[in-house]
T-cell receptor, first 114, second 114 residues
Framework: DVKVTQSSRYLVKRTGEKVFLECVQD?????MFWYRQDPGLGLRLIYF???????EKGDIPEGYSVSREKKERFSLILESASTNQTSMYLC?????????????FGPGTRLTVL | KQEVTQIPAALSVPEGENLVLNCSFT??????LQWFRQDPGKGLTSLLL?????REQTSGRLNASLDKSSGRSTLYIAASQPGDSATYLC?????????????FGTGTKLQVIP
């Protein structure tokens, strides 16, 4: 079974703090993704990576950065957390970009910024 | 502009009923269409994936259909059970800017009443 793990289920941080969200997948997948999920807005793509050290902006990259130093690990960084970044953050991975390839999701991290 | 729309936003049915969830999208040049299930506070689990050349997929009591010409997909759940209570999301994948772009609907929250 594919397993995608996220470092924390719940996280509480203060405005201005630097926040790291970690995601690890164990299936040697090429692609990894970071989404945030908000009521009424659905899942929105923040960043994705199709290879080690490669990254592409998604729909809402502002205020975020990412790092992929190893194939299995994709980190989301909030340089200076703000209250509007309070959200559920979901990491996903997928093998390639073939028609039959699905995304596998982690359990999510609920981040609260006070 | 919402590219992927799910109606209804919420649905409550008695146990044993057959039900249909709807998903509509604005671009018919899709790569695939996928249905996910999300339990409260959890990540997404893939249910069914329909490739662009296919019209439907079935898994147990679930059947998903795809009509690219009308921009619609439906998820049919037969003989609903309380354990089916969850939020169901559809996701459309297409090529954009050289990469695959996945857009999620905002989901239908299903409650099956015993």
């Amino acid at each position: 079974d594919v397993k995608v793990t996220q470092s924390s289920r719940y996280l509480v941080k203060r405005t201005g703090e630097k926040v790291f969200l970690e995601c690890v997948q164990d299936m040697d997948h090429e692609n990894m993704f970071w989404y945030r999920q908000d009521p009424g807005l659905g899942l929105r793509l923040i960043y994705f990576s199709y290879d080690v050290k490669m990254k592409e902006k998604g729909d809402i990259p502002e205020g975020y950065s990412v790092s992929r130093e190893k194939k299995e690990r994709f980190s989301l960084i909030l340089e200076s957390a703000s209250t509007n970044q309070t959200s559920m953050y979901l990491c996903a991975s997928s093998p390639l970009d073939r028609e039959m390839d699905t995304q596998y999701f982690g359990p999510g991290t609920r981040l609260t910024v006070l | 502009k919402q590219e992927v729309t799910q109606i209804p936003a919420a649905l409550s049915v008695p146990e044993g009923e057959n039900l249909v969830l709807n998903c509509s999208f604005t671009d018919s040049a899709i790569y695939n269409l996928q249905w996910f299930r999300q339990d409260p506070g959890k990540g997404l689990t893939s249910l069914l994936l329909i490739q662009s050349s296919q019209r439907e997929q079935t898994s147990g009591r679930l059947n998903a259909s795809l009509d690219k010409s009308s921009g619609r997909s439906t998820l049919y759940i037969a003989a609903s059970q309380p354990g089916d209570s969850a939020t169901y999301l559809c996701a459309r994948r297409l090529f954009s800017g050289g990469y695959q772009k996945v857009t999620f609907g905002t989901g239908t929250k299903l409650q099956v009443i015993p």
